[in-house]
């Protein structure tokens, strides 16, 4: 069964840094993007980022120029480094693949990720 493990959550001041990680298992890693999402209570789940199998990655245009994403295929791991945190970038941060035919979601647990002074 697919499955997706993330950490590296925690509390950090305005302005610092945190380092999450997702380790996938269950699908063939090398082929499929990965993302990452996060969730605010009563917003929405939105798109952070997006790494492709070939390292090209999308930003949204919240993050980009603070959050860096990567991937080591050979680990089944995706990563993402996230410094200049502000009180908004405040969510749980969740890991999602879409594997299978027809292609199902899938999500890890989420990190809870909060950032104030």
């Known amino acids: 069964q697919v499955q997706l493990v993330e950490t590296g959550g925690g509390l950090v001041q305005p302005g610092g840094s945190l380092r999450l990680s997702c380790v996938a298992s269950?699908?063939?890693?090398?082929?499929?993007?990965m993302d990452w999402y996060r969730q605010a209570p009563g917003k929405q789940r939105e798109l952070v980022t997006s790494i492709a199998t070939n390292n090209n990655a999308y930003y949204s245009d919240s993050v980009k120029g603070r959050f860096t994403v990567s991937r080591d295929n050979a680990k089944k791991m995706v990563y993402l480094q996230m410094n200049s945190l502000k009180p908004e970038d405040t969510a749980v941060y969740y890991c999602h693949v879409q594997w299978g035919l027809p292609k199902v979601d899938y999500w890890g647990q989420g990190t809870q990720v909060t950032v104030s002074s």
């Open positions: 269950g699908i063939m890693f090398g082929i499929v993007p």
